[in-house]
């Protein structure tokens, strides 16, 4: 190889290592800004704490009162020994449970049988007050991953400092039924 040669390959080689920094610099700013979160994202997505209808302590009733909770992230979580708990101490434990990314489960307070979508409590009694509680949901080390409050008093707030959770509700589940006030009598 000539010397005019040798400059030659060592300029393009110091031209491919300089395009490759520079694309690997502009990928940093979108990871480091959170653009994909990397982790599992377990959340507290809605709740509904006051089940349709009359109050009456069916099971039917004590299953349409809920707590979902989504993983937004890729990875699946495995739930085992989290709990998700009330401000009165009213705490389920999960056991066997794996969420996958991108997944949601429901935590229905009644009876029922367990499948990757909806889990039960399997109580006889509400447990979620409809005019002011909170849902508290820990991992396995009893760390808090996530919280949500409601006030009947303060429509519209989540317990996260805003009126609107950002998805497009107001924290209390009601899906398109919004306007319709809490209390039905079953506390």
């Given at each position: 190889m000539t010397a005019s040669q040798t400059f030659t390959a060592r300029r393009l080689a110091a031209a491919a290592l300089s395009a490759a920094a520079l694309?690997?610099?502009?990928?940093?700013?979108?990871?480091?800004?959170?653009?994909?979160?990397?982790?599992?994202?377990?959340?507290?997505?809605?709740?509904?704490?006051?089940?349709?209808?009359?109050?009456?302590?069916?099971?039917?009733?004590?299953?349409?009162?809920?707590?979902?909770?989504?993983n937004s992230g890729r990875e699946s979580v495995n739930l085992d020994d989290w709990t998700l708990s009330n401000r009165q101490g009213r705490v389920y434990t999960f056991h066997h449970l794996r969420l996958n990314g991108h997944s949601t489960v429901r935590v229905h307070t009644g009876v029922g049988r367990d499948t990757y979508r909806d889990v039960y409590q399997d109580r006889r009694n509400f447990v979620w007050d409809d005019h002011r509680d909170t849902a508290t949901l820990r991992n396995d080390h009893r760390r808090v991953v996530d919280t949500i409050s409601w006030d009947a008093r303060h429509h519209g707030d989540d317990g996260r400092g805003r009126g609107d959770d950002g998805r497009g509700h107001d924290g209390r589940g009601h899906g398109d039924d919004h306007g319709r006030g809490p209390g039905h009598g079953h506390r």
């Open positions: 694309v690997g610099a502009a990928a940093l700013p979108a990871a480091a800004n959170g653009a994909e979160p990397r982790g599992p994202q377990v959340e507290i997505s809605k709740v509904q704490y006051d089940a349709p209808g009359h109050g009456s302590r069916s099971n039917r009733s004590l299953n349409e009162e809920w707590v979902q909770i989504t």
